[in-house]
């Protein structure tokens, strides 16, 4: 997903990463790099990343699915 002006994708440092929380549920948020979002599992809610600026306003924020909040499920071989 292009997200800055010049087509690149929108990236977040990882400092700013740990002083973000969700303003719903001041939980912790995790970096989505291929949708260029700022995830909070809790709150369910997928917060957009605009020429790198988090908008954390949650009439902004996308409702995430049970797919989204799901990890993807591990692929294991044998043991």
């Known amino acids: ?3 800055g002006r010049d087509g690149t994708k ?3 440092d990882p400092k700013l990463l740990e002083l973000l929380a ?3 549920t001041k939980g912790p948020l995790t970096w989505d790099p291929q949708r260029g979002e700022l995830i ?3 709150a369910k809610l997928a917060y957009p990343v ?7 306003l949650p009439s902004e924020a996308r409702a ?11 692929l294991s ?3």
């Open 22 to 24: 969700c303003p719903l």
């Open 40 to 42: 909070s599992r809790v």
């Open 77 to 79: 071989g044998p043991s």
């Open 50 to 56: 605009r020429d790198g600026i988090p908008i954390m």
């Open 10 to 12: 929108a990236s977040v």
């Open 64 to 74: 995430l699915s049970v797919e989204d909040v799901l990890p993807p499920p591990r």
């Open 1 to 3: 997903m292009a997200d």
